[in-house]
């Protein structure tokens, strides 16, 4: 059973930069895709970003260029750098693991998180 746990969320000032973490179990971040999703009230939750285990990453477009996903096999832990955050980026931020097309497909049998939550204001 993959377990995984989220943390770096915060307030901050639209502009600003936050770096959002997920430490998961075993080896779970070079076996699965993984990736964040983020739901902010009243919306649908989303995908912002994948990565594959051979590194290779996804973007949703409202967040191209100033997202970046990374992961750190040896210490198990996933990665999103958020900068030039803007107000519409306030959500719940969730990290996932599940099979590429389970992804596609809004990982209802994946692995989630807790979640944790990033406002711009």
């Known amino acids: 059973h993959v377990q995984l746990v989220e943390s770096g969320g915060s307030l901050v000032q639209p502009g600003g930069s936050l770096r959002l973490s997920c430490l998961a179990s075993e080896n779970s971040i070079s076996r699965y895709p993984m990736a964040w999703f983020r739901q902010a009230p009243g919306k649908e939750r989303e995908v912002v970003t994948t990565?594959?285990?051979?590194?290779?990453?996804t973007y949703t477009d409202s967040v191209q260029g100033r997202f970046t996903i990374s992961k750190d096999n040896a210490k198990n832990t996933l990665y999103l750098q958020m900068n030039s955050l803007k107000v519409e980026d306030a959500a719940i931020y969730y990290c996932?693991?599940?099979?590429?097309?389970?992804?596609?497909?809004?990982?209802?049998?994946?692995?989630w998180g807790q979640g944790t939550q990033v406002t711009v204001s």
């Open positions: 996932v693991a599940d099979s590429a097309a389970g992804l596609r497909a809004g990982a209802p049998y994946g692995y």
């Open positions: 990565i594959d285990p051979d590194g290779s990453t």
